[in-house]
């Protein structure tokens, strides 16, 4: 079985640039999710879904950053304009139902750097 | 709110030394708990869960034991070995309407 797969593995921009990253979870797995993790830190929940539908994304910077998943299967995340303190990775990962005791399985993620 | 910690940042021990890492949680209901596993260059993997029903879990001669008392989600091993190094994430499961929430992670570094 496939596992979460995430696109590009990294990414170099500059302030102001934009950048998308693209996600295609495990088939078949209904909630997918987009974390942000800073270097040296936990991952930190950005955005949720459910099928197609937002769930959570009152952690989404929503001037700079949108997340769509417009079929329930695959996603993009991306940042408008972006700054140095976006550097991070952000990791995608997926899970069916989202219930309390299902496990999330994550992609590789992207490293972004911003310069 | 819901929140989940790990007071240690950072553990470095010996081949076959002892290891325990702390965590505590806050909710008002009893989630499932994870410990999560992430090696450099990867996403975080599961090591192990443990949901209310059964307290304990063990995987990989790892071992956590929920204990709704004091609240706390504790993961040891016996006996690690350089492979162990790696960051280790306490995972607060979801609720309904709440998403997993990882602690701070616990970086583990074994030397021969």
């Known amino acids: 079985e496939a596992g979460v797969t995430q696109s590009p593995r990294y990414a170099v921009l500059q302030e102001g640039q934009a950048v998308s990253f693209w996600c295609d979870p495990i088939?078949?797995?209904?909630?997918l999710y987009w974390y942000q993790q800073p270097r040296d830190q936990g991952p930190q929940l950005l955005v949720y879904?459910?099928?197609?539908?937002?769930?959570?994304n009152s952690q989404l910077p929503s001037d700079r950053f949108s997340a769509v998943r417009p079929k329930g299967t695959n996603s993009t995340l991306k940042i408008q304009s972006a700054k140095q303190g976006d550097t991070a990775t952000y990791l995608c990962?997926?899970?069916?139902?989202?219930?309390?005791?299902?496990?999330?399985?994550f992609g590789k993620g992207t490293r972004l750097t911003v310069v | 709110g819901d929140s989940v910690t790990q007071m240690q940042g950072q553990v470095t021990l010996s081949e076959d030394d002892f290891l325990f890492i702390n965590c505590t949680y806050s909710?008002?209901?009893?989630?499932?708990l994870f410990w999560y596993v992430q090696y450099p260059g990867e996403g975080p993997q599961l090591l192990l869960k443990?949901?209310?029903?059964?307290n304990k879990g063990i995987s990989r001669g790892f071992e956590a034991t929920y204990d709704k008392g004091t609240t706390s989600f504790h993961l040891q091993k016996a006996s690690v070995q350089e492979s162990d190094s790696a960051v280790y994430y306490c995972?607060?499961?979801?609720?309904?309407?709440?998403?997993?929430?990882f602690g701070t992670g616990t970086k583990l570094q074994v030397v021969p």
């Open positions: 879904f459910r099928d197609e539908a937002v769930i959570d």
């Open positions: 443990v949901t209310t029903a059964n």
């Open positions: 909710t008002t209901w009893y989630p499932t």
């Open positions: 990962a997926s899970s069916f139902l989202g219930q309390s005791n299902t496990e999330v399985f």
């Open positions: 088939s078949g797995h209904d909630t």
């Open positions: 995972v607060l499961g979801a609720n309904s309407g709440t998403y997993q929430r």
